[in-house]
């Protein structure tokens, strides 16, 4: 026995080593995409009655945080860039095994697409599958979303697609912070809309595929007594997409989902309230979101909410508020910065300087901002800059931002 | 299934520990079936060419022992060395005879005759029929006897780590190790597993990071000037070094890890100081095997000096096709030859220069100027190597003497290529290191056994690193251009 126990001590001790340094190593060199976005479900899975899924669509709308403090629903938001309807239908599988929602709200622009995965974007749902514990659920959705055993193994065990990052590690990778969105991604831009030169035509039955992943969503959803709600968010181009010409109510009432419409809808400004071809910017997310907060309210869909951690949701929101401020010297523009300016969390002292006519997307930001509480705007600059844009915390304390700009014609 | 692919490392620790679990007198048979169905994995029909390999060897030599005092022994030696090359000759070589011929016949102005088959090389046909080969040799010469037991045989020719490629092991040194089954050795293991880890570090970590530049600088390399020229074609030597070097450093590890020693491959090829001493210590097997097995019948240096430069001559440039059915390898292998040639003429006329005083003073100097020589003459050579034809060979050569780009050096344009500059200084830290462990080797110092002298703690942290160190640096997975061992192709 003696003569066994060295070599035994050497390769345990060898594998236990190995392990360790593995186990520090495997999530340091990892994409922080999914941990930013997924760190905070994953911590309290527990906490959320409403999930919004889908495509980027939903991910640039929904903003859950704001979603608890207006209307005390708690939420999260569990879409991706590009997801189609497969790739959805195994999202909310997988988030299904950690939590317990009472309503889905799933964006439906990818069901014009028939293809499981999208030529090229191969990629996006690890956005998704990094920071998902291997599950019998993880393994059933690789296999059936990825064709090849590489790409498969790379979503099943991500340091054989990760290890190469070894030589741009940042600070971030080392402390790694999660979004602070509540899943949502904040869209700061703008993005100037033509008028529609057609409208919507409806000629055809929507894609094999993406229908009959939606029945699999509602027999899961029926399943676990789930109310499913499919939308279609608004989005700029919409009536030059292919999403115009399908007839979404014809399969949505053979299914049995409820589906609303938003497209056509005034919720929102199309004309200032896009962040670019095909998402809404801050304001227009925040309107849309505030339109599902009343909808889930009215509608009694989370009538009888479990009772929230509410010091957790309210450290939440602090952490929120310190997140959106990081935003904005992320903005490209002055549009950028303009495009939150119905956000109650701030003040916006803007001054005009002295003889400026606003033009274009920002005159339009500007008269729909007249009617905020939050904002302020004086003609009496005497600086050089057309606008000088300051914000501050609506609770109070100095300006976290500070900018003016001088506006050619091209940033209008 | 390549070594440095998940399926190996399945496949390697389960024969491993099945071999050690079951009786002595039946694991030859569990490696014959682990050997045929690694090497199957590729295509099921390569089993068919193994066994017809297998077979021609093994019925060859039963009759060569059995014709040991009639006259007929030579003629079964040439009947079974004719079959037995028949399949490489095939597989290998129908494309690039065809394709000469047609060649001569449109320089001649007319139309070529033969349209050329789509053949399929399968996978280490070279390195299993020299083997075999050497074996049917070695019964008609005497100095071994015929193998009666026929899986004992066919694991000879199909024993799965030197399968693939190499090393071309001699009938006396595996054979008769086939025949006993060592109990397991913890020491012997844990030397094999070392080795593995650093031919890992070669083929993974060194071999595969240069493959991104090489091949970049190669798939083009009009667009590329001079420097990214100079740069590959150094580059490329050691990439192949590493490479081949590390498979068969991973072959030896696993091989002894199962109780059996293979032959020694490479022996620090980086720092020779004459093209002949490369070759003694590049590719032993195959160069030992070209000696014993046709320089010496050709007449070695026996026949006076001017045959025995034609000798090395001819050797050479049957080694070159060896590596390759294409002209490249054979102006490859000629090169090399003239070099060898060269170098000869040049120290037989040396040799008669009476030595001067303080010439002692002078032999590092004049030893590390043989090795830049070496090194410049060995990357000139493999240029013909890399290239994917004579035309884009002389092209690159030509491009390299007119070098006048050299400003991408400094300018960060070199890093354009694949490697940016992180990946660049660690792949020069790299080869820095791979000099450092040849000399050591040199020195006769093996690291390994340096490693294997310190405490169990520092052993078992250092062993681990160096695994974590493969899986970190290497280039595999995903985002990694699965390139195969280039001596795949061979």
């Given at each position: 026995m003696k003569k066994y126990l060295y070599p035994i001590t050497e390769t345990l001790l060898t594998l236990m080593i190995f392990a360790l340094i593995m186990s520090a190593l495997i999530p340091l060199v990892e994409n922080k995409q999914s941990y930013t976005k997924y760190k905070a479900f994953y911590d309290t899975p527990e906490e959320y009655d409403v999930l919004f899924c889908g495509d980027s669509h939903m991910m640039n709308t929904a903003y859950t945080m704001e979603l608890w403090k207006n209307h005390g629903i708690r939420?999260?938001?569990?879409?991706?860039?590009?997801?189609?309807?497969?790739?959805?239908?195994?999202?909310?599988?997988?988030?299904?095994?950690?939590?317990?929602?009472?309503?889905?709200?799933?964006?439906?622009?990818?069901?014009?697409?028939?293809?499981?995965?999208?030529?090229?974007?191969?990629?996006?749902?690890?956005?998704?599958?990094?920071?998902?514990?291997?599950?019998?659920?993880?393994?059933?959705?690789?296999?059936?979303?990825?064709?090849?055993?590489?790409?498969?193994?790379?979503?099943?065990?991500?340091?054989?697609?990760?290890?190469?990052?070894?030589?741009?590690?940042?600070?971030?990778?080392?402390?790694?912070?999660?979004?602070?969105?509540?899943?949502?991604?904040?869209?700061?831009?703008?993005?100037?809309?033509?008028p529609p030169s057609g409208k919507m035509s409806k000629k055809h039955d929507m894609a094999k595929r993406p229908e009959e992943y939606l029945g699999k969503i509602k027999s899961l959803c029926d399943e676990k007594g789930i109310k499913l709600i499919c939308v279609m968010n608004p989005y700029a181009m919409w009536f030059e997409n292919k999403t115009g010409n399908v007839d979404f109510e014809k399969t949505f009432s053979k299914l049995g989902i409820e589906f609303i419409d938003l497209r056509e809808s005034d919720l929102v400004d199309i004309y200032a309230d896009s962040g670019d071809v095909a998402h809404l910017n801050m304001t227009g997310a925040r309107k849309i979101t505030d339109f599902y907060g009343k909808y889930l309210t009215e509608h009694s869909y989370v009538p009888d909410p479990a009772p929230c951690d509410e010091a957790l949701w309210n450290k939440n929101y602090e952490y929120y508020i310190e997140k959106k401020k990081a935003v904005f010297p992320m903005a490209a523009d002055c549009a950028g910065v303009l495009s939150d300016l119905n956000?109650?969390?701030?003040?916006?002292?803007?001054?005009?300087?002295?003889?400026?006519?606003?033009?274009?997307?920002?005159?339009?930001?500007?008269?729909?901002?007249?009617?905020?509480?939050?904002?302020?705007?004086?003609?009496?600059?005497?600086?050089?800059?057309?606008?000088?844009?300051r914000i501050r915390p609506a609770s109070g304390g100095d300006y976290f931002f500070e900018k003016s700009y001088r506006l050619s014609p091209s940033s209008l | 299934?390549?070594?440095?692919?998940?399926?190996?490392?399945?496949?390697?620790?389960?024969?491993?520990?099945?071999?050690?679990?079951?009786?002595?007198?039946?694991?030859?048979?569990?490696?014959?079936?682990?050997?045929?169905?690694?090497?199957?994995?590729?295509?099921?029909?390569?089993?068919?060419?193994?066994?017809?390999?297998?077979?021609?060897?093994?019925?060859?030599?039963?009759?060569?022992?059995?014709?040991?005092?009639?006259?007929?022994?030579?003629?079964?030696?040439?009947?079974?060395?004719?079959?037995?090359?028949?399949?490489?000759?095939?597989?290998?070589?129908?494309?690039?005879?065809?394709?000469?011929?047609?060649?001569?016949?449109?320089?001649?102005g007319s139309y070529a005759p033969f349209a050329l088959p789509d053949i399929l090389l399968p996978i280490g046909i070279s390195?299993?029929?020299?083997?075999?080969?050497?074996?049917?040799?070695?019964?008609?010469?005497?100095?071994?006897?015929?193998?009666?037991?026929?899986?004992?045989?066919?694991?000879?020719?199909?024993?799965?780590?030197?399968?693939?490629?190499?090393?071309?092991?001699?009938?006396?040194?595996?054979?008769?190790?086939?025949?006993?089954?060592?109990?397991?050795?913890?020491?012997?293991?844990?030397?094999?597993?070392?080795?593995?880890?650093?031919?890992?570090?070669?083929k993974v970590v060194i071999a595969d990071r240069i493959a991104i530049f090489v091949n970049c600088v190669y798939e083009s390399p009009l667009k590329y000037g001079g420097v990214y020229l100079?740069?590959?074609?150094?580059?490329?030597?050691?990439?192949?070094?590493?490479?081949?070097?590390?498979?068969?450093?991973?072959?030896?590890?696993?091989?002894?890890?199962?109780?059996?020693?293979?032959?020694?491959?490479?022996?620090?090829?980086?720092?020779?100081?004459?093209?002949?001493?490369?070759?003694?210590?590049?590719?032993?097997?195959?160069?030992?095997?070209?000696?014993?097995?046709?320089?010496?019948?050709?007449?070695?240096?026996?026949?006076?000096?001017?045959?025995?430069?034609?000798?090395?001559?001819?050797?050479?440039?049957?080694?070159?096709?060896?590596?390759?059915?294409?002209?490249?390898?054979?102006?490859?292998?000629?090169?090399?030859?003239?070099?060898?040639?060269?170098?000869?003429?040049?120290?037989?006329?040396?040799?008669?220069?009476?030595?001067?005083?303080?010439?002692?003073?002078?032999?590092?100097?004049?030893?590390?100027?043989?090795?830049?020589?070496?090194?410049?003459?060995?990357?000139?050579?493999?240029?013909?190597?890399r290239a994917v034809n004579m035309g884009s060979a002389f092209l690159i050569i030509e491009s390299i003497l007119k070098t006048s780009n050299w400003k991408e050096l400094t300018n960060g344009g070199i890093f354009s290529c694949g490697l940016d500059v992180k990946n660049f200084v660690f792949l020069l830290i790299m080869i820095a290191m791979l000099m450092l462990v040849d000399l050591f080797n040199n020195k006769g110092i093996r690291l390994r056994t340096l490693l294997a002298g310190k405490p169990l703690p520092l052993r078992s942290l250092l062993t681990a690193a160096a695994a974590v160190f493969i899986l970190l640096f290497g280039i595999w997975g995903s985002t990694y251009d699965a390139a195969e061992f280039i001596y795949f192709q061979f």
């Amino acid at each position: 026995m003696k003569k066994y126990l060295y070599p035994i001590t050497e390769t345990l001790l060898t594998l236990m080593i190995f392990a360790l340094i593995m186990s520090a190593l495997i999530p340091l060199v990892e994409n922080k995409q999914s941990y930013t976005k997924y760190k905070a479900f994953y911590d309290t899975p527990e906490e959320y009655d409403v999930l919004f899924c889908g495509d980027s669509h939903m991910m640039n709308t929904a903003y859950t945080m704001e979603l608890w403090k207006n209307h005390g629903i708690r939420a999260y938001n569990i879409a991706n860039s590009a997801e189609s309807m497969p790739v959805t239908y195994y999202v909310i599988k997988n988030a299904l095994d950690h939590c317990d929602p009472k309503v889905i709200v799933i964006d439906t622009f990818f069901t014009y697409n028939n293809r499981i995965m999208t030529a090229g974007k191969e990629m996006l749902p690890h956005q998704y599958f990094d920071m998902l514990p291997l599950s019998k659920n993880k393994i059933e959705a690789v296999n059936c979303l990825f064709d090849s055993r590489e790409t498969r193994f790379g979503y099943l065990f991500d340091f054989s697609l990760y290890h190469s990052r070894w030589n741009e590690l940042e600070r971030g990778d080392f402390f790694p912070e999660y979004n602070g969105f509540g899943g949502a991604e904040p869209l700061l831009a703008s993005y100037t809309v033509k008028p529609p030169s057609g409208k919507m035509s409806k000629k055809h039955d929507m894609a094999k595929r993406p229908e009959e992943y939606l029945g699999k969503i509602k027999s899961l959803c029926d399943e676990k007594g789930i109310k499913l709600i499919c939308v279609m968010n608004p989005y700029a181009m919409w009536f030059e997409n292919k999403t115009g010409n399908v007839d979404f109510e014809k399969t949505f009432s053979k299914l049995g989902i409820e589906f609303i419409d938003l497209r056509e809808s005034d919720l929102v400004d199309i004309y200032a309230d896009s962040g670019d071809v095909a998402h809404l910017n801050m304001t227009g997310a925040r309107k849309i979101t505030d339109f599902y907060g009343k909808y889930l309210t009215e509608h009694s869909y989370v009538p009888d909410p479990a009772p929230c951690d509410e010091a957790l949701w309210n450290k939440n929101y602090e952490y929120y508020i310190e997140k959106k401020k990081a935003v904005f010297p992320m903005a490209a523009d002055c549009a950028g910065v303009l495009s939150d300016l119905n956000d109650p969390d701030f003040i916006f002292d803007l001054t005009l300087r002295k003889g400026y006519v606003p033009e274009g997307t920002i005159a339009l930001m500007l008269d729909n901002a007249r009617s905020f509480d939050n904002v302020n705007i004086s003609a009496e600059g005497e600086a050089d800059d057309d606008i000088l844009v300051r914000i501050r915390p609506a609770s109070g304390g100095d300006y976290f931002f500070e900018k003016s700009y001088r506006l050619s014609p091209s940033s209008l | 299934m390549v070594f440095n692919s998940l399926s190996f490392l399945i496949f390697f620790p389960t024969v491993v520990l099945v071999y050690y679990l079951i009786p002595c007198r039946v694991r030859y048979l569990w490696l014959l079936f682990a050997s045929w169905f690694f090497y199957m994995s590729w295509n099921i029909s390569y089993g068919l060419l193994l066994l017809f390999s297998t077979a021609t060897a093994y019925f060859g030599a039963l009759l060569l022992s059995r014709a040991k005092n009639s006259g007929s022994g030579k003629r079964i030696l040439i009947i079974s060395l004719l079959a037995e090359f028949c399949p490489l000759v095939f597989f290998k070589y129908t494309g690039f005879i065809l394709d000469s011929i047609n060649h001569v016949f449109e320089v001649a102005g007319s139309y070529a005759p033969f349209a050329l088959p789509d053949i399929l090389l399968p996978i280490g046909i070279s390195f299993y029929t020299f083997q075999a080969a050497g074996y049917i040799i070695d019964v008609y010469r005497g100095t071994v006897e015929a193998e009666r037991n026929f899986f004992r045989f066919a694991l000879f020719v199909a024993f799965f780590p030197q399968l693939v490629a190499g090393p071309i092991e001699r009938t006396k040194n595996l054979l008769s190790q086939l025949d006993c089954t060592a109990r397991f050795d913890f020491e012997k293991a844990r030397d094999g597993l070392y080795l593995m880890l650093w031919g890992y570090i070669m083929k993974v970590v060194i071999a595969d990071r240069i493959a991104i530049f090489v091949n970049c600088v190669y798939e083009s390399p009009l667009k590329y000037g001079g420097v990214y020229l100079i740069t590959a074609a150094m580059l490329f030597s050691i990439q192949i070094y590493c490479d081949f070097a590390g498979y068969s450093t991973i072959a030896k590890g696993a091989a002894k890890i199962l109780g059996i020693n293979l032959m020694d491959n490479f022996n620090s090829p980086t720092l020779s100081i004459s093209v002949s001493e490369y070759w003694r210590r590049w590719h032993i097997s195959l160069t030992s095997w070209f000696r014993d097995y046709l320089y010496i019948p050709l007449g070695g240096n026996r026949k006076g000096p001017k045959r025995k430069l034609l000798n090395k001559f001819v050797v050479f440039t049957i080694s070159g096709l060896w590596h390759g059915a294409d002209w490249t390898y054979v102006m490859w292998g000629s090169l090399n030859g003239i070099f060898i040639i060269l170098e000869d003429i040049a120290s037989s006329a040396l040799g008669r220069i009476p030595a001067f005083p303080g010439s002692k003073h002078l032999k590092l100097p004049i030893k590390l100027i043989k090795w830049l020589l070496t090194c410049i003459l060995v990357d000139i050579a493999y240029i013909f190597f890399r290239a994917v034809n004579m035309g884009s060979a002389f092209l690159i050569i030509e491009s390299i003497l007119k070098t006048s780009n050299w400003k991408e050096l400094t300018n960060g344009g070199i890093f354009s290529c694949g490697l940016d500059v992180k990946n660049f200084v660690f792949l020069l830290i790299m080869i820095a290191m791979l000099m450092l462990v040849d000399l050591f080797n040199n020195k006769g110092i093996r690291l390994r056994t340096l490693l294997a002298g310190k405490p169990l703690p520092l052993r078992s942290l250092l062993t681990a690193a160096a695994a974590v160190f493969i899986l970190l640096f290497g280039i595999w997975g995903s985002t990694y251009d699965a390139a195969e061992f280039i001596y795949f192709q061979f």
